[in-house]
């Protein structure tokens, strides 16, 4: 009842060969691009954006089931990254699309095209955290792997799910600091070799916020013009749950 309209209006904008900056149907006119959860730029929405004439409902059902199947394919291809057999990897890719998590988010479909990347950044910063390897030239190859995880990390950006974002963002860097304490005797014993998983984060998250910017900046700026913006934490906090 949210995305359609809004994915609705992105695509008849775009279709008209405009960049959709602004929405003057609401209110006296407001930002659209700018809404995180417009997934303007988000590449799996353009296409739909630009492909379906019309847009319908129907097309915000089937990009839900394409990011299942994203979501299954991903976790395949990083549990095979893993070293799982054929039959492990499809468990993994079977457990992560459809479990409670994904099914219960159905309705929430720029969580669920945010989410559906997950394994195939961590994948891919798996790769980059690999073990140290003997010949020089292939340390590059690692930091390459690096780069590819932040433009994986982008385009999971770009949907618009900031709390998606920040959870995959804090992952990392456990995984980083997982990754480093694991090969830390490799680490001081070669030094010079260790540089590539020393930057494997950094790389990565560089490249993110460089790839989605084109999201990320607007949304700062309309962040700050938002009621939300004045909420001081004892106000954000007042529904919270106790720990306990």
């Known amino acids: 009842s ?3 309209p ?15 900056l602004w929405n003057p149907y609401l209110y006296a006119g407001s930002p659209f691009a700018a809404d995180m ?22 097309t915000v059902e089937t990009l839900a089931v394409v990011h299942f199947l994203l979501a299954a394919v991903f976790a395949y291809i990083y549990g095979r990254g893993l070293g799982l057999g054929r039959i492990g990897a499809f468990g993994v890719g079977l457990v ?9 988010h159905l309705g929430h479909l720029n969580l669920l095209e945010s989410v559906a990347w997950l394994p195939l950044v961590l994948f891919c910063f798996h790769r980059a955290l690999g073990p140290i390897p003997r010949p020089p030239d292939v340390l590059g190859a690692r930091l390459l792997w690096a780069v590819f995880a932040g433009a994986a990390f ?16 804090f992952f990392l860097v456990l995984y980083w600091l ?63 749950w106790s720990p306990l």
Do not use: C, D
């Open 178 to 240: 997982w990754g480093m304490w694991s090969a830390r005797k490799e680490l001081l014993a070669e030094p010079t070799r260790s540089w590539a998983t020393i930057a494997a984060l950094p790389v990565t998250l560089a490249v993110a916020f460089a790839g989605a910017a084109v999201q990320l900046l607007p949304s700062y700026e309309l962040t700050k013009l938002s009621i939300r913006a004045e909420i001081t934490y004892p106000q954000a906090a007042e529904y919270a």
């Open 6 to 20: 809004v994915y609705s209006f992105a695509a008849r904008t775009w279709q008209q060969g405009v960049v959709p």
């Open 154 to 169: 982008a385009v999971s950006i770009l949907p618009g799910h900031t709390q998606i974002t920040l959870y995959i963002a």
């Open 96 to 104: 992560f699309a459809y479990g409670g998590f994904n099914v219960a």
């Open 37 to 58: 959860q417009s997934g303007v730029f988000y590449p799996v929405n353009m296409i739909a954006f630009l492909l379906a004439r019309p847009f319908t409902y129907t």
């Open 2 to 4: 949210f995305i359609y």
